[in-house]
């Protein structure tokens, strides 16, 4: 009788959490996606046209 295991232990309880987390990270996902793919798209178009400013200003430096 003194072997008997607990149900709700920390390791339990810690996978129960993070199951939660994943599960609501996935609801704000489903529920905002267009918005997050917009913000997304944005950022890397700005990030490749700030690459490709910055590799025209060298370019016209070095000549």
Do not use: C, G, P, Q
Request: charged share 20%.
């Amino acid at each position: 009788m003194e072997n008997n295991e607990k149900i709700l232990d920390s390791k339990t309880i810690a996978n129960f959490l993070i199951a939660f987390a994943l599960m609501l990270t996935a609801v704000y996902y489903f529920n905002n996606s267009e918005e997050i793919e917009n913000e997304v798209s944005s950022a890397v178009v700005s990030s490749l046209a700030d690459v490709n400013n910055s590799l025209a200003e060298h370019e016209t430096s070095r000549k």
